[in-house]
């Protein structure tokens, strides 16, 4: 019985359902040597602007707003811009694809930006290590939020279980994540064909 619930539950689904093209990323990121040079590492940081950018238009939803209590911590694009400037790269101006999203599918958009905050600790170690990046320069994009990765990974997903949603709406955000790690994969795949 208790497993069936876990199933249902929509972070649940959301893990198991988005786990192949989560381990795409991986392999992408493995592809596209992010962290080999100063110049891979700045188209890097350009992709995960325009991710965010494109997430935090997201932001704007009233039900997702209402449903997400912390919104004002969240999003990366900022840190990213000002990580742009650290590298001295002005990014282009940006034709939104999320602008059509609607709910719940933009919770699809928010929790793959949410999970690769918290997988960024790693990334973030590398930036350091290879580049001798930090929190306060050219790496702010992968730094922890204050409050820390996994509380406010864990807040994140408690309230994304708390929308009881119906299986179809469920199946719609499930299919928006997809659609999110496509839409970042093909950025990743341009840093690896240049």
Do not use: C
């Amino acid at each position: 019985m208790s497993t069936s619930f876990t199933l249902n539950r929509l972070a649940s689904r959301l893990k198991i359902e988005t786990a192949s093209q989560h381990e795409y990323m991986h392999q992408l990121m493995e592809k596209a040597q992010v962290f080999k040079d100063v110049a891979h590492y700045a188209k890097f940081t350009l992709s995960q602007y325009y991710f965010q950018k494109n997430v935090e238009y997201l932001f704007q939803h009233p039900k997702v707003a209402a449903l997400i209590s912390d919104l004002d911590i969240r999003g990366r694009s900022q840190a990213a811009y000002l990580d742009l400037q650290d590298l001295q790269i002005e990014p282009e101006s940006l034709a939104l694809v999320t602008e059509t999203i609607g709910f719940p599918e933009a919770l699809g958009w928010i929790y793959v930006s949410e999970g690769s905050t918290l997988g960024a600790a790693f990334l973030f170690k590398q930036a350091q290590q290879s580049l001798g990046f930090s929190a306060d320069f050219a790496a702010r994009n992968l730094a922890a939020y204050p409050e820390g990765r996994a509380k406010v990974w864990k807040h994140f997903i408690e309230e994304l279980d708390q929308a009881d949603f119906t299986q179809d709406e469920q199946d719609r955000v499930i299919y928006a994540a997809q659609q999110a790690f496509d839409y970042f994969g093909a950025l990743l795949k341009d840093i690896h064909s240049t």
